[in-house]
């Protein structure tokens, strides 16, 4: 069965360095999302991509963030400039087309650890 | 945009029990509505969903059901056995993706 992948699992980051996190959609799919779980808490939208281009975004997708499918199998989310309170979980979603919101398939996740 | 609420925050009961979590949605023009199990360090996993068009759905110890008039849906779990602990998730979509609720922890005591 396919899913979705995610490197790497563990990521740990001085304050103020720009972390890349990786993902790889389910090739049939394509809508794709970012979300993250600070520890405890619950799954917080971040941003969906569609068609090469931003759908929506949240309030926490600030300028420090960024997306970028650089080729047809990655989804990238940049940190431009990581802070303590970026770190978190972050987990990578994808979902075939359809006529509405159907399953989104999440990946294994990335944990961030910013000191 | 879309807001949910999930009650309770956590939930524990006895092997055989069975446990029930509500979710209220503001958007009346949601239409579909997933419930997510995560296990402690994994992955949300979808476990069952439902769509507007439809009242209750079950699979098995599992079953759904959706009020849209009063805007909530809840998850039924009976015979809860020890691997049901989790915590469980519900979710509605936005424009574009999926709010979650806070999530319920389920914590099943053989």
């Known amino acids: 069965e396919p899913e979705v992948t995610q490197t790497p699992s563990h990521q740990v980051t001085q304050m103020g360095q720009e972390v890349i996190l990786r993902c790889v959609p389910i090739?049939?799919?394509?809508?794709f999302y970012w979300y993250r779980q600070i520890l405890g808490q619950k799954v917080e939208f971040l941003v969906s991509?569609?068609?090469?281009?931003?759908?929506?975004k949240s309030e926490i997708f600030d300028d420090q963030f960024s997306v970028e499918r650089p080729d047809g199998s990655n989804f990238t989310l940049k940190i431009r400039s990581t802070k303590l309170e970026d770190s978190a979980m972050y987990f990578c979603a994808s979902r075939s087309s359809g006529a509405g919101i159907e399953e989104q398939f999440f990946g294994p996740g990335t944990r961030l650890t910013v000191l | 945009g879309e807001n949910v609420e999930q009650h309770p925050s956590t939930l524990s009961v006895q092997e055989g029990d069975s446990a029930v979590i509500k979710c209220t949605y503001s958007d009346s023009a949601s239409n579909y509505f997933p419930w997510y199990k995560q296990e402690l360090g994994k992955r949300p996993q979808l476990i069952i969903d439902i769509r507007s068009n439809v009242g209750e759905k079950k699979d098995q110890r599992i079953a759904v059901t959706l009020n849209k008039t009063a805007k909530h849906f809840s998850l039924h779990i009976t015979e809860t056995q020890p691997e049901d602990s989790a915590v469980y998730f519900c979710?509605?979509?936005?424009?574009?993706?999926?709010?979650f609720g806070k999530g319920t922890m389920l914590l099943v005591s053989p």
């Open positions: 991509f569609y068609n090469n281009e931003i759908s929506e």
């Open positions: 979710a509605a979509p936005g424009y574009s993706t999926l709010t």
């Open positions: 090739s049939n799919h394509l809508y």
